[in-house]
């Protein structure tokens, strides 16, 4: 069973930025491709970003596109997403995601593990 544990989430002003990690309770390795979704209140969880399992390759959502970056270090178990720039619209629960496989996908039923997730909140 793997375990992802967020961090780094909280209240940022618009135009800030905040940085979430994701640590795995098992080594991730470049056999796991990795993702980000977030959820606001009424909606459905949607995709952020996703990250091969090499680090090689990445899709982001239109919505976050040159705004948002994500990053691992396999050897510290851990995956980022870096946000800039944040938009009022960007306030949400944002979930870490791991997949059985390598390669990066947007779907969240490609994916096996998630974590609890952590509040991002960006005010005016």
């Known amino acids: 069973q793997v375990q992802l544990v967020e961090s780094g989430g909280g209240l940022v002003q618009a135009g800030g930025s905040l940085r979430l990690s994701c640590t795995a309770s098992?080594?991730?390795?470049?056999?796991?491709?990795m993702g980000w979704f977030r959820q606001a209140p009424g909606k459905e969880r949607e995709f952020v970003a996703a990250i091969s399992g090499s680090g090689a390759t990445t899709y982001y959502a239109d919505s976050v596109l040159g705004r948002f970056t994500i990053s691992r270090a396999n050897a510290k178990n851990t995956v980022f997403l870096q946000m800039n720039s944040l938009e009022l619209e960007d306030t949400a629960v944002y979930y870490c995601?791991?997949?059985?496989?390598?390669?990066?996908?947007?779907?969240?039923?490609?994916?096996?593990?998630w974590g609890q997730g952590t509040q991002v909140t960006v005010s005016s």
């Open positions: 098992l080594r991730t390795s470049s056999s796991n491709a």
């Open positions: 995601a791991a997949r059985y496989t390598s390669g990066p996908a947007r779907g969240r039923a490609e994916y096996a593990y």
